[in-house]
């Protein structure tokens, strides 16, 4: 009901394979965000799109890729993760980055698992 | 870096009883959302609050954007089983990126 999906819902991978999480928002939305979510810590911003360009990049290491084909969709590429990658990704989207009545709205998220 | 207490951790109430949870920043917010978290689910928004002072209600809930904008709280009253979940706030310093706390994991008995 929030507006914004994800696929899939879950995903174990292993450490040399190659896979991509998929959002989409339906809410006319301009900007798009991947958190990631572990036990116990706070939500930590991976990526945010605005405009389908991508304007932070949260010091994520380089086997996260983000792509940003327009404005609808945000996708997640991952290859040689590791163990400790196993957490639940969140995609979010709102009305624009970095204004004052920029509100997020999640996705159902992606559990993540890495053996 | 920036840091956000939210409390209680976890907290477990009998139905019909009033909850109430808070987050405090040390610094000062221009945003505060509130969100609730089922197991396997993203985060559901439940309020946004954008002015210091700002009261808000959504049925049974209610959340306030502290006069001093270090503070944000949310009232749930006469919480039912469903009520169960991880309520987590948001707040933001300026027009940048949202800083979360930790959660507030709350049990209800019926």
């Known amino acids: 009901e929030t507006g914004v999906t994800q696929t899939p819902r879950h995903l174990v991978m292993g450490m040399t394979n190659k896979k991509s999480l998929k959002c989409e928002q339906h809410l006319g939305h301009n900007a798009m965000y991947w958190y990631k979510q572990s036990a116990k810590k706070p939500l930590e911003l991976m990526f945010v799109?605005?405009?389908?360009?991508?304007?932070e990049n949260n010091s994520v290491p380089s086997r996260f890729s983000p792509e940003c084909p327009n404005s609808s969709h945000l996708f997640l590429h991952l290859h040689t993760l590791q163990p400790e990658d196993s957490a639940l990704y969140l995609c979010a989207s709102s009305q624009e980055w970095r204004t004052s009545t920029d509100t997020q709205y999640f996705g159902p998220g992606t559990r993540l698992t890495v053996l | 870096g920036q840091q956000l207490n939210q409390s209680p951790q976890s907290m477990f109430i009998q139905e019909g009883e009033d909850v109430s949870m808070n987050c405090t920043s040390s610094?000062?917010?221009?945003?505060w959302l509130w969100y609730k978290q089922d197991p396997g689910e993203g985060p559901v928004l439940l309020i946004a609050l954008y002015k210091a002072g700002e009261l808000t209600s959504n049925g049974r809930l209610t959340a306030q954007f502290g006069i001093t904008r270090k503070d944000s709280f949310l009232n749930i009253s006469a919480s039912i089983p469903s009520d169960v979940g991880i309520y987590f706030c948001?707040?933001?310093?300026?027009?940048?990126?949202?800083?979360f706390g930790t959660g507030t994991r709350l049990k209800v008995l019926a």
């Open positions: 948001a707040g933001r310093p300026g027009t940048y990126k949202y800083i």
């Open positions: 799109y605005n405009f389908k360009e991508q304007t």
């Open positions: 610094s000062i917010f221009n945003t």
